[in-house]
């Protein structure tokens, strides 16, 4: 089993990719710790102009040779890829965690889901692709033909450092695009080992390249007039800035921006099933999930049966090192973010919001946050505003209609869910509910991969879902139309 998780180097220092080598940065030496116990996990001197124009050039450059590979042998290269990934699983989910925080089986399940992942669009590349039309001409055929879009930016969060990477760089590269990879500066480690696993698998120089450094690199790589297309995920401010820079210019626009995702639970459900659901989907990864349970809305009589099942579960959740067995819930990700969350439950509280239960934390690190329950209104700020961590709010409604408005009252509108055995309110609320994907009777979080993935309102951009292949198709590629005549042979002298 390979074990190899960074460049190959004498050191552990990790470096940028561009144009197939492994180069440093000029910047002062960053770090990324575990957030566990605050060790350094990584090191690294952040990209700045220079290495970022050499980036671009390098991903221009290879453009042409990538599509002429043809997407049989590009499918190949993600195939091998999902392979070494999986030879590397172990190696790479532990240090997943080591960086990141998420418990040890959280990320096994990350490194298993991108393994699939590879080999779903490894796949596609031997499918049936563009469409026939018929002509008024006998001897004319018209058909669409798919080609990539050229250079594509790529800029990924460090919740999900493997997984939503995979969803953008695999499809992008299938369909003959090259890649500029600016991961998130807080889970660079994960990234330098998964940009491994894909020049290992025969990605060629150039075709992928990965730069290290704050938000201001990322800024200034989706300025570039040779980025034709941006796929993004992360927070609102920062997408609607990448969409006013490249959107004027014409240059394609991807975006999952977050997510203030509410559950209906109406009273003809067991309490205590859906407890368990609503719980898992609140505080699984430390509610650090775009598509995480952020308002349990009980309708009726189901509140006053809800809310004990739910406190005692709270209760109950075993807060600690991502890395210890019994962990259940492991740090955020980082000292400051955990100081965000923490701050976010305090004015909650100062609101005046009950606390209705909250899990017992570690002896000491400064990144983790209790798991916490609340009790309020809209009128909170916490109700309104996305909160990235292990918090969650239960809110009542009278019945379904005012719950479905209560679950609409906010600007996002990725995932949303409903608990009941009423076929008909269950088909109401996906008619209704304003979210990109709707769950009934599951949690929030999760999506199969070859489904679309995208959300409504300020959560998404109106643009191709991520994930299907179709849909990853249509963002990647552009379409062209060919109207084919047969001609009229030369007559021989």
């Not at 990719?17 to 605050?38: F, M, Q, R, S």
């Not at 695999?170 to 998964?194: E, M, R």
């Not at 929030?444 to 300020?458: I, Q, R």
């Amino acid at each position: 089993m390979e074990h190899h998780l960074t460049a190959p180097d004498t050191d552990t220092r990790l470096r940028h990719l561009i144009g197939g080598e492994w180069v440093d940065g000029d910047g002062p030496v960053a770090a990324t710790t575990n957030p566990a116990d605050e060790t350094v996990v990584a090191e690294y001197h952040p990209a700045d102009s220079r290495l970022l124009d050499a980036a671009v050039a390098a991903a221009v450059s290879a453009r042409r040779e990538w599509d002429d590979r043809g997407i049989i042998a590009r499918g190949l290269v993600l195939r091998r890829a999902a392979e070494i990934l999986g030879d590397r699983a172990d190696a790479v989910a532990e240090l997943m965690t080591r960086e990141q925080g998420k418990t040890l089986p959280e990320s096994r399940a990350e490194v298993g889901a991108t393994v699939e992942t590879l080999h779903y669009h490894a796949a596609q590349a031997r499918n049936a692709d563009g469409a026939t039309f018929p002509s008024s001409h006998p001897d004319e055929v018209i058909r669409t033909v798919r080609r990539p879009l050229g250079v594509v930016a790529a800029i990924t969060p460090w919740n999900f450092p493997l997984q939503i990477p995979a969803w953008k760089l695999a499809p992008a590269l299938l369909w003959g695009n090259t890649v500029v990879w600016k991961p998130a500066s807080d889970t660079v480690a994960v990234a330098a080992a998964f940009a491994e696993v894909l020049t290992a698998a025969g990605v060629p120089a150039g075709v992928l390249n990965m730069v290290l450094g704050p938000g201001t690199i990322g800024a200034e790589l989706v300025a570039r007039h040779e980025i034709s297309g941006v796929t993004f995920t992360g927070s609102v401010p920062v997408g609607r800035s990448i969409q006013a820079a490249a959107v004027p210019r014409g240059a394609k626009v991807q975006m999952e921006l977050g997510g203030h995702n509410a559950a209906i639970v109406l009273p003809d459900v067991d309490p205590r099933e859906a407890a368990a659901v609503l719980i898992a989907g609140a505080m699984g990864s430390s509610g650090q999930k775009c598509t995480a349970t952020r308002r349990i809305i009980a309708v009726g009589d189901a509140y006053d049966d809800l809310v004990p099942e739910l406190v005692a579960r709270v209760e109950q959740l075993v807060v600690g090192d991502g890395l210890a067995p019994e962990s259940q819930i492991g740090p955020l990700v980082s000292a400051r973010a955990a100081k965000e969350v923490t701050a976010a439950i305090d004015q909650a509280l100062s609101e005046g919001a009950e606390l209705l239960g909250s899990a017992p934390l570690p002896a000491s690190g400064a990144a983790f946050v209790a798991p916490t329950l609340l009790a309020g209104t809209t009128a909170l700020t916490i109700s309104r505003e996305e909160v990235f961590g292990p918090a969650a709010t239960v809110l009542r409604a009278r019945d379904l209609d005012e719950a479905i408005d209560l679950a609409n009252a906010t600007s996002f509108g990725l995932t949303a869910a409903v608990f009941t055995c009423d076929e008909r309110a269950a088909r109401r609320c996906i008619r209704d509910l304003d979210a990109g994907l709707i769950k009934v009777n599951a949690p929030n979080t999760g999506s199969e991969l070859h489904a679309p993935f995208g959300g409504l309102k300020d959560s998404s951009f109106p643009a191709p879902r991520e994930q299907n292949a179709a849909t990853s198709a249509e963002f990647f590629t552009w379409s062209k139309i060919a109207y084919s005549r047969t001609g009229t042979p030369r007559s021989e002298a």
